[in-house]
């Protein structure tokens, strides 16, 4: 992040603007805070586990690489 971008009063003051963890929504700061977005470093590590479990994904039309295995590589019929 710039200065400037930081500076700038349409985007308010990341230093000192209160903001929501969004693991726990505790409230909490930007500024001299290690964990940032997180309130701690316990939000952090949740957050973590969450993305390495998969319960975050992005959506794909794409096969995981178990289903492709499977199927030898071939598309699976629809019929």
């Not at 209160?18 to 805070?33: D, G, I, Y």
């Not at 470093?41 to 973590?48: F, G, N, S």
């Amino acid at each position: 992040m710039t200065a400037e971008y930081a500076k700038d009063p349409r985007r308010g003051n990341f230093n000192t603007n209160p903001m929501k963890c969004p693991t726990c929504q505790k409230e909490t700061t930007f500024a001299e805070n290690p964990f940032r977005p997180f309130c701690s470093e316990r939000c952090k590590m949740i957050d973590l586990g969450r993305w390495a479990g998969g319960d975050y994904r992005v959506p794909s039309e794409e096969k995981p690489s178990e289903e492709i295995h499977r199927s030898n590589g071939k598309p699976e019929d629809d019929d």
